[in-house]
């Protein structure tokens, strides 16, 4: 049987983000951003480098400034072109480009597994990608297309994984995850939200997987889970227990931007890297955190 290559994506980002209020209540917790780029534009550009050429962002209420993001902005462009700093409005296009970017709205909060069932149109049958609008990964290679290449060589779907805490794994997912080769494992089960007797593994899926569009109609028929929400997680481990799955413990370092802890990181540790003023940022931190001790 011939696998279909990857290029299609769909990023949910309808979550209202309680974990980051009170400003989310005014800015969508997927705009917050790592320094001067709001972090769904890190997941736009990871899917475009892995090969992607169409995305599916499902949004909510209030989330209009992502479309906003997205398009072209002739204000901007004009003030720009008097100020004698046209050649920064390439840049700004080149927000617009490259990628198909389509949105979708996901009219009811009722989980990721709703969210993603939004977008069964839009995959067609095709395999495709999801990136957890929450989180933010800094990698040498995009972690989709590490993932991409596990799906091409098994045509399974495939979770992005780190292990965690016992404490965290609790707050995301535990796997059945069994060594295959290097840092992939086979996926037989998974649980979501385990309580602690519950844990299997400390792996965890974390904000990358790539699924078959027979994804769809389990989760049509997955009933309401942990939170009374629709859990991909659920629907996955029908998938994981008919026709099993592979893991990728990938690699990379992924900021949680859906918590305040894991917004301030991302921020300081990119600020420090920052070719711009990353050595200044360093001299004020030493100097700041020098008045501390």
Known sequence: MEIKK??????????????????????????????DRPAISYLVEEAAKSGITDILIITGRGKGAIE??????????????????EELISSLRAICRGVNITF?????????????????????GEPFAVLYGDDVIFSEKPVVSQ?????????LGVLGVKQVSDELIMKYCTLDAKPFSDNVYTVSDMIEKPKRDQIITNF??????????????????TPPGAGG???????????????????????????DMGSKLGFLIANVEQAAKNPEFGERFKDFLKEFVSKLT
Do not use: C, N
Request: charged share 30%; glycine share 8%; aromatic share 8%.
């Open 104 to 124: 979708m709205r996901q009219l009811e909060t009722k989980g990721l597994g709703h969210a993603v069932l939004r977008a069964e149109a839009f995959a067609a």
């Open 147 to 155: 993932l991409m290449e596990i799906y091409q060589k098994t045509g």
């Open 204 to 221: 965890a899926v974390l904000g990358r997987v790539i699924l078959p569009s027979d994804i769809f109609e389990i989760l049509r028929e």
């Open 229 to 255: 929400e629709i859990q991909l997680t659920d629907a996955m481990r029908v998938l994981a227990r008919r026709d099993g799955m592979m893991a990728l413990d990938f690699e990379g370092v992924r900021y």
């Open 6 to 35: 990857v290029t299609k994506a769909v990023i949910p980002a309808a979550g209202l983000g309680t974990r980051m209020l009170p400003i989310a209540r005014a800015v969508p917790k997927e705009m917050l951003p790592i320094v």
């Open 68 to 85: 906003d993001y997205f398009d072209y902005s002739p204000e901007y462009e004009e003030k720009l072109r008097e100020s004698g700093k």
